[in-house]
């Protein structure tokens, strides 16, 4: 088997996971954790699946891989095989979640529970890694500090970078209707789709529509959809947030990575594994040279996640401490509904599939950015080949070394 057909089936096999850590429930459980004082965990529910028709077909991919590997070169095995692990571990952390949540709400003690916590909690330290105490300490103990911890790019670095990506999306930008008070999600859908059709110099299925479920945006790499929130935690799509956060963040930056590769080369448009931090932070450096200044970013993801996972505060505890640094952070004894909305999202997100076990996929919001700079810093001065190995090298980090001995054998 190809290198390509490898890839490909093991891409059948993989799964988005937010869309299925995400609880069916998430508005009507928020409104009724923020009006109870009683409540420990939101009551979130959840869809139910199986997965074991994929799991078995990846047992079927790796025995091929040992009887075929011969014909690869050493870098496509490699990828292979970590692309191999990271969806059977995806998997198999779904199903466990899913058993734990059915015998936990069933009654089951916590000595009978504690196997399938432990396994979710290494699933969680072997997919996103764990907030480092330090740093986590850190920006807990100084809740005014801009940044207190990190890389720190230069204005000049900042301005040239947006200078570079302004010039490349000119024509999306002058799109947004800036005398609009606010977008719809459907409007929201209809811009982006217009741009993917019309300003991307390619052909892509990708697309944009309206999810009644999520309350954030999204960009299924599965089904190749830029999920639009109809209800968004963070508040109205603003001309503003449409700049930076739609189109900036959400288009330019996950969707178009992933579809300009996609036309080239399918099989290395996917996400490779590994890839989340280099991403998040492309397109948290977007943000920020679109807004033309620095504060470092996800600071408040890369709190909640500590609380959970390095204090072990249970999801009532995390929101009530982390609405205290809120406070002190924003300078305001009290926070508007909307604030709490965005906390109770952002501690949902630490304890994301279970409510009870902490999962730290977001504190690549800190790190990424920190990671994207300093690798932009490296390069500002040759335009072509940032833009090239940033935004037209697919869903890879061009930083880590099996991506870049697969990238080079494509000549990227």
């Known amino acids: ?68 590997q011969s014909g690869l070169h ?5 990828i292979i095989s970590e692309y191999l692990a990271e969806v059977k571990l995806k998997l198999e952390n779904l199903m466990t979640m899913q058993r734990y949540r059915e015998e936990r709400d069933s009654g089951a003690s916590q000595a009978s529970l504690a196997p399938l916590r432990k396994s979710i909690e290494d699933a969680n330290v072997r997919l996103n890694g764990l907030p480092e105490p330090d740093v986590y300490r850190c920006l807990l103990e100084n809740p005014t500090a801009k940044n207190t911890v990190g890389f720190v790019p230069e204005p000049e670095l900042i301005q040239k970078f947006r200078e570079i990506f302004e010039n490349k999306w000119a024509k999306s930008f002058t799109r947004i209707d ?44 599965i089904d190749h959809i830029l999920n639009v929130p109809l209800y968004r935690s963070n508040g109205d799509f603003t001309p503003e947030t449409v700049r ?28 490779l594994p590994g890839y989340i931090t280099f991403e998040e932070g492309v397109t948290k450096c977007i943000e920020q040279a679109l807004s033309g200044k620095f504060e470092a970013p996800g600071v408040e993801s890369y709190v909640i996640c500590g609380l959970a996972a390095c204090d072990k505060l249970n999801f009532k505890e995390a929101f009530d ?65 940032l833009w090239r190995k940033m935004f037209e090298s697919g869903k890879t980090d061009p930083t880590r070394a099996s991506h870049k001995q697969l990238l080079n054998l494509y000549g990227e």
């Open 178 to 221: 800036k005398a609009k008070y606010k977008y719809s999600a459907q409007e929201v859908c209809d811009l982006v789709n217009t741009i993917i059709r019309e300003d991307f110099e390619f052909k892509t299925d990708f697309y944009a529509e309206v999810d009644e479920k999520k309350t954030g945006m999204n960009v299924d790499q």
């Open 321 to 385: 401490r982390y609405c205290e640094y809120a406070r002190i952070r924003r300078a305001s004894p009290a926070l508007s509904e909307k604030d709490l909305r965005i906390i109770f999202a952002r501690t949902a997100r630490a304890f994301r599939g279970t409510g009870d076990i902490p999962w730290s996929n977001s504190i690549v919001y800190f790190t990424g950015p920190d990671k994207v700079w300093q690798f932009i810093d490296r390069n500002i001065d040759n335009p072509e080949l």
């Open 244 to 271: 930076r956060i739609v189109l900036g963040h959400e288009t330019f930056g996950h969707l178009y990575r992933a579809a300009f590769m996609q036309s080239k080369y399918p099989e290395i448009g996917i996400p």
């Open 74 to 78: 050493p870098a496509q095995v490699q």
């Open 1 to 68: 088997m190809k290198f390509d057909n490898f890839m490909m089936e093991v891409h059948a096999c993989d799964v988005d996971l937010v869309r299925y850590m995400t609880p069916n429930n998430f508005a009507t459980a928020e409104r009724e954790f923020l009006t109870s004082q009683r409540s420990i965990m939101p009551n979130f529910t959840y869809d139910h699946y199986d997965f074991n028709g994929q799991l078995a077909k990846l047992s079927e991919i790796d025995h091929q891989l040992d009887d075929e």
